[in-house]
């Protein structure tokens, strides 16, 4: 599975969109890339995926470059409760999820 | 509607002893995991099972044992606790159609002294 690359911490201000980037260059064409989520010591929390379109749900919109080199996970109103570790996550069918240290996000009232 | 329950929640166990780790799920899924999260890193893959009767061996399988007898059920067994197995361990599910995404439980916190 390709590997991740993600910065380790970001701030964003209740009530902005926050952009959480994450690089997998090295992605094939049959992976899809994951985002989960875990606030503060419970277990991750599923958010979205997508192979190459733009995907979006009720939690976030997930943009996928053409290249599917990279991509950006966004919460379009974060809130408090937005505060959390999230991890970008490529694999090829959703199983045997391989985890980096993912993006500390804060937000920040 | 439970999701993935994990018991016990905490557990203070002296080097050496052993014990059974509890995950059982509600959702009909049939694959199940169980990973290890250390303090400041991400999870990491213990075993997973692909339904009743199978598993497999994930990223750090070593002192540690799985078995899947229903479909509801995956208990992790530590035979010889060492303080390297302190952690929190994360049981998770999904369904067998490719790309469901999985269900953590809350998780067990477990301290080898």
């Known amino acids: 599975d390709a590997k991740t690359t993600q910065p380790p911490s970001m701030d964003c201000a209740e009530g902005r969109a926050a952009n959480l980037p994450c690089n997998h260059s090295t992605i094939s064409g049959n992976e899809y890339v994951y985002w989960y989520r875990q606030i503060h010591s419970q277990g991750p929390q599923y958010i979205i995926h997508g192979l190459k379109n733009n995907e979006t749900n009720e939690m976030a919109s997930l943009i996928i470059t053409e290249d599917r080199k990279s991509s950006t996970l966004i919460l379009p109103h974060a809130t408090l409760r937005d505060t959390a570790v999230y991890y970008c996550i490529v694999n090829k069918g959703a199983q045997k999820l391989v985890f980096g240290q993912g993006t500390r996000l804060t937000i920040n009232p | 509607n439970a999701g993935v329950t994990q018991t016990p929640k905490f557990r203070i166990l002296k080097i050496g002893q052993s014990m059974t780790l509890q995950c059982t799920q509600d959702m009909n899924h049939n694959y199940m995991y169980w990973y290890r999260q250390d303090p400041g890193m991400g999870l990491k893959l213990i075993y997973y099972?692909?339904?009743?009767?199978?598993?497999d061996k994930g990223e750090v399988p070593n002192g540690y044992n799985v078995s899947r007898s229903t479909t509801e059920d995956f208990p992790l067994r530590l035979e010889l606790a060492a303080p390297s197995q302190t952690s929190v361990y994360f049981c998770?599910?999904?369904?067998?159609?490719?790309?469901?995404?999985?269900?953590f439980g809350d998780g067990t916190r477990l301290s080898i002294l």
């Open positions: 099972s692909v339904g009743a009767g199978i598993t």
């Open positions: 998770a599910s999904s369904y067998r159609t490719i790309n469901q995404p999985q269900h």
